[in-house]
């Protein structure tokens, strides 16, 4: 039991580290947009605050949609499919990250139209953290084509000299 838990919390972690990573990508690209527009850059802070509120927000925020996908997705592969794994989970964090990001929307006071814009891209910010939230408690083994079914489980008879 305190391998699986160990298992999905490292996944967790590295999800958490994917909200990073996306925050640095999309800092990157706001900025050459800006510099190819010959706009003003922000500042030196705008770089690194951006990157720092996006880890933050995907951290704190990640339980929300992650939990709830996470728990139905292994209940739904219950053969260890990493494939239906993925489509199932990443299917309901997607919805549920659509609605939160649409509630909040909403809630501010932000129009219909940006609304649903905003829902969309969080929708598609969570499909990467998500995949590897999933894929890291499935192990490593099991996405290698290559490796026998014996020398896998670790069966009798199998080799290990």
Do not use: N
């Not at 939990?67 to 053969?79: H, N, T």
């Not at 919805?95 to 909403?106: E, H, P, S, T």
């Not at 998500?130 to 069966?155: D, E, F, N, Q, Y």
């Amino acid at each position: 039991m305190f391998v699986k838990a160990g298992r999905h919390l490292v996944g967790a972690i590295v999800a958490c580290a994917a909200f990073v990573v996306q925050g640095v990508v999309i800092y990157a690209g706001l900025l050459a947009c800006a510099v190819v527009a010959d706009a003003d850059t922000g500042g030196p802070l705008a770089g690194p605050l951006l990157v720092l509120f996006g880890g933050l927000v995907g951290v704190l925020l990640m339980p929300l949609p992650f939990l709830p996908a996470s728990v139905i997705g292994e209940a739904a592969a219950k053969s260890g499919r990493l494939l239906t794994k993925w489509l199932v989970t990443s299917a309901i964090a997607g919805v549920l990250a659509l609605g939160y990001v649409f509630l909040a929307a909403v809630a501010t006071g932000v129009g219909i139209a940006h609304s649903l814009l905003a829902s969309l891209l969080g929708a598609l910010t969570v499909l990467v953290p998500m995949a590897l939230c999933v894929s890291v408690p499935h192990g490593a083994l099991k996405l290698v084509p290559g490796t026998p079914r014996g020398l896998r489980r670790g069966a009798a008879g199998s080799r290990d000299g």
